[in-house]
């Protein structure tokens, strides 16, 4: 015997069976055959009415005690591959040099200027 279980939302919580889970199949669920079962996991479906008499459903039971849920799928961004984050990280560590190299070649026309400054008056460098 298979059975759906289902939360109290009427979402289903899982697909159950007596072979496998004997004893373990949960309180708030619903015997189904193996059409029904078959059916079921094709699309995303949710248990709509209370049944109350111990019946077995079938395929012709779907559209009476379920009814298709709606799924919204949302796109997942396309992640770069390694090869175009190392090329981005080599251009982002050439561009972090050159401006490193301008500012040492910066730096070393102050000293230049600063040393003729010095010299100028009569002072060492």
Do not use: R
């Amino acid at each position: 015997m298979l059975y759906v279980a289902y939360k109290e939302n009427g979402q289903f919580d899982g697909f159950y069976t007596e072979d496998i889970h004997g004893e373990n199949i949960p309180k708030q669920s619903l015997k189904i055959t193996e059409d029904l079962w078959a059916e079921l996991l094709k699309d995303n479906y949710k248990y709509k009415l209370n049944l109350t008499e111990d019946k077995i459903l079938n395929l012709s039971d779907k559209d009476t005690y379920f009814e298709k849920v709606e799924v919204k799928i949302i796109a997942i961004p396309q992640l770069p591959n390694a090869q175009e984050l190392l090329t981005q990280q080599v251009t982002n560590l050439t561009i972090e040099n050159k401006k490193k190299d301008l500012l040492i070649s910066s730096l070393a026309k102050t000293v230049a200027e600063q040393n003729i400054k010095i010299s100028k008056i009569g002072g060492t460098n």
